[in-house]
Every structure is written in C-alpha cells, then in structure tokens.
C-alpha cells in the first residue's frame, strides 16, 4: 500500500497510549503511509492541550488509559 495522498488524506493525526513504545509504533506506521503524526499523548490532560494546539484530522485513542479510557476523552473533546 503506498503513501496517502489526494482530497481523502487525513492531513494529521493525533496518537493517545500510555504505553510510549505503543504510540511510537503507531506513529512509525502512519507515517510510513505518508501521513503526518502531529503529536502522541498518554493522559487525558496532554490530549486536551495537544488537540487544542493541533486540530487534528482523526485522534487514535487506546481504550484503557491510566486517567480514565478513550471512549471517556473523545466523548469530552467532542463536547467542547
């Protein structure tokens, strides 16, 4: 599969897990598809304030994280 391109690319995405290894290798793989990874985070506080910075396209949130699971932060980023 070659890299992203066209209207239908996602311009940047946001990585949310508490296991930094995990986020890196996610990061290495969007990218390798030619995306851009804009930012990673483990906690609820560092995704609010990395979304703010970044607007991203789409947010990948692992669902148990150490400050409460992805279904609870999409929820509150949605929100605001």
Do not use: Y
């Not at 947010?59 to 999409?74: K, P, S, T, W």
């Amino acid at each position: 599969m070659g890299p992203a391109s066209g209207p239908d690319r996602l311009k940047s995405l946001r990585v949310v897990d508490d296991d930094a290894l995990i986020a890196m290798l996610f990061g290495e793989i969007l990218t390798g598809m030619g995306h851009e990874v804009c930012a990673t985070a483990a906690d609820q506080s560092e995704t609010v304030a990395a979304t703010a910075r970044h607007k991203p396209d789409l947010m990948i949130v692992d669902g148990a994280l150490r400050e409460g699971n992805g279904a609870m932060q999409a929820d509150s980023l949605h929100a605001t």
